[in-house]
């Protein structure tokens, strides 16, 4: 969404969206401690609809503390980069175990699954 033309005068998160997402990603950053990958996986989901929700609407007007609601997105970009900390590395030792499983799994095509052996 082009946010250029917004102006200073109109808003696309409400504050109590951007409360919901904060005990979510709070939530969220336990399970990545945790390395609760599936809860992870869930929570995410749930923030995905409300920012989904929050961009779907038009703008509106502002009504409400900016000033909250800058320290609410502020909080929350401070624990998706914990939660990033955590499920980067994980990410890459998952990738490199994929890895190390399909060129198992070509070596096994390429020469048998008895490694060739004739018997």
Do not use: C, F
């Given at each position: 969404m082009d946010t250029s033309k917004l102006?200073?005068?109109r808003q696309i998160l409400r504050l109590k969206e951007a409360?919901?997402?904060?005990?979510?990603?709070?939530?969220?950053?336990?399970?990545?401690?945790?390395?609760?990958?599936?809860?992870?996986?869930e929570?995410?989901?749930?923030?995905?609809?409300?920012?989904?929700?929050?961009?779907?609407?038009?703008?509106?007007?502002?009504?409400?503390?900016l000033d909250r609601l800058g320290e609410l997105l502020t909080r929350i970009l401070r624990l998706d980069r914990e939660i990033r900390a955590h499920v980067e590395p994980a990410h890459a030792?998952?990738?490199?175990?994929?890895?190390?499983?399909?060129?198992?799994?070509?070596?096994r095509a390429a020469y048998g699954a008895d490694g060739g052996a004739d018997g």
């Amino acid at each position: 969404m082009d946010t250029s033309k917004l102006g200073r005068n109109r808003q696309i998160l409400r504050l109590k969206e951007a409360e919901a997402l904060l005990a979510l990603y709070e939530t969220m950053t336990e399970a990545a401690r945790a390395r609760d990958w599936d809860r992870l996986a869930e929570l995410e989901q749930q923030a995905a609809a409300i920012r989904a929700t929050a961009l779907a609407r038009p703008p509106a007007p502002v009504t409400e503390d900016l000033d909250r609601l800058g320290e609410l997105l502020t909080r929350i970009l401070r624990l998706d980069r914990e939660i990033r900390a955590h499920v980067e590395p994980a990410h890459a030792q998952a990738r490199q175990q994929l890895a190390i499983e399909v060129k198992g799994r070509t070596v096994r095509a390429a020469y048998g699954a008895d490694g060739g052996a004739d018997g």
